[in-house]
């Protein structure tokens, strides 16, 4: 399985993007798919996530109201819509996914995750 993250971009603060993640040797159904964001010189963190089948979708305090995830299931595909973007929000942006039940660690959790895209760089000037 690989995972394709890409979407990134240069904008200004207050504009808007659309990251994607695609799966290639899978389909997403019974996954969990996470986006997380790493900043220059910080950890990687949550921003959000979407349980394929059920559709609960989970968010970090600071993208709530800003940030939309959701599911294409024809393109196999996870979007992260990315609005009102602040120049806090400048970081690389890498997808995840996990198939399966689990019930070792939560959504915001990279452990959960088994599988990793390569990242897709966004930067927002202010």
């Known amino acids: 399985v690989q995972l394709q993250a890409s979407g990134g971009g240069l904008v200004q603060a207050g504009g808007s993007l659309r990251l994607s993640c695609a799966a290639s040797?899978?389909?997403?159904?019974?996954?969990?798919v996470g986006w997380f964001r790493q900043a220059p010189g910080k950890e990687r963190d949550f921003v959000a996530a979407?349980?394929?089948?059920?559709?609960?979708?989970y968010y970090t305090d600071s993208v709530k109201g800003r940030f939309t995830i959701s599911t294409d299931n024809a393109k196999n595909t996870i979007y992260l819509q990315l609005n009102s973007l602040k120049p806090e929000d400048t970081a690389v942006y890498y997808c995840?996914?996990?198939?399966?039940?689990?019930?070792?660690?939560?959504?915001?959790?990279?452990?959960?995750?088994?599988?990793w895209g390569q990242g897709t760089q966004v930067t927002v000037s202010s």
């Open positions: 995840s996914a996990r198939w399966g039940v689990y019930r070792d660690y939560g959504v915001e959790s990279q452990a959960l995750y088994d599988y």
């Open positions: 979407i349980r394929w089948n059920v559709g609960s979708t």
């Open positions: 040797g899978r389909t997403f159904s019974s996954s969990t």
